[in-house]
Every structure is written in C-alpha cells, then in structure tokens.
C-alpha cells in the first residue's frame, strides 16, 4: 500500500462517517414524523407497539454511527502518530490539513500561504518521507 492510499483510508473513513450520520437524522426524522402522525390522527393498524419497534432499529442505526466513529478516532490516532514522526513540519502540516482534517487544496494553500503548486510539491515530498519512513507498516496494510 502507498502513503497516499493508507492516508486516504482516513479521509474516506471521515465520509462514511458523514453517510452514516446523515441516515440517522434521516430515519429519526422520518420516526418522528410517523409518532407526530400517529398521537394526531387515529391511523388504522398502527400501534404503539410498530412505534417502539421504530426506535429500536432507531438504535441499531445509532449504534452503526457510534462503529464508525469509533473506526474513524483508530485511524486518525494511528495516522497522526505516523505524521508527526515526519522531520519536516511543512510536510506534516500539509498530510494533516488534507487526510485528517479533510481539507480542500485551494484552502490548504491559502492557510499555508503557498501557492497551489509550491504546495503540490510539499505534498509530494511528504508522501515519499511517509513511504520511506514508513515502508513496513505500510508493506503490512492491505
């Protein structure tokens, strides 16, 4: 596995979570919506007992959210580790602002005060100070 694609395993991670947390508001709403309809108008065939049965899968999705975050903090924990054991601190700057904090490269450049292919070049650079510092751990993830 390269640098590049073990750091992305992070920042992909970063969007599932942000899937998973959308479905549940999603599904609380739409849970809400029915209990809201069902304390206002008498709808045939429902029961207080479908309604309970609602917010138990409610909780399943909870408990899905509360997986991938537990698996997104392990992998952050981990890559930040590996990063900050980069000599350099422009590089370590700009591998965390793109795969731990998700950021987008104009608005890396901008914080770091580089210009878009000055900053390409450090990335570039940092990927290969990962690779070579990192070459077993690396050759373990599949």
Not at 22 to 37: G, Q, R
Not at 56 to 77: C, N, P, S
Not at 110 to 122: G, I
Request: proline share 1%; with cysteine; aromatic share 10%.
């Amino acid at each position: 596995m390269t640098a590049k694609e073990y750091l992305n395993r992070v920042r992909k991670q970063n969007y599932v979570v942000r899937q998973v947390e959308k479905e549940l508001t999603m599904v609380k709403s739409d849970i809400l919506s029915l209990k809201a309809a069902s304390l206002s108008e008498k709808v045939s065939g429902t029961k207080e007992s479908d309604l309970a049965d609602k917010y138990v899968k409610l909780e399943k999705y909870f408990d899905k959210v509360i997986a991938e975050w537990d698996k997104l903090i392990d992998m952050r924990i981990e890559a930040k580790a590996m990063i900050a054991m980069l000599p350099d601190e422009a590089q370590q700057a700009v591998l965390y602002a793109r795969y731990i904090n998700c950021e987008e490269w104009e608005r890396i450049a901008v914080d770091m005060e580089f210009s878009l292919r000055n900053m390409f070049y450090v990335h570039g650079k940092a990927l290969q100070s990962f690779e070579r510092l990192h070459r077993i751990a690396l050759e373990k993830c599949i």
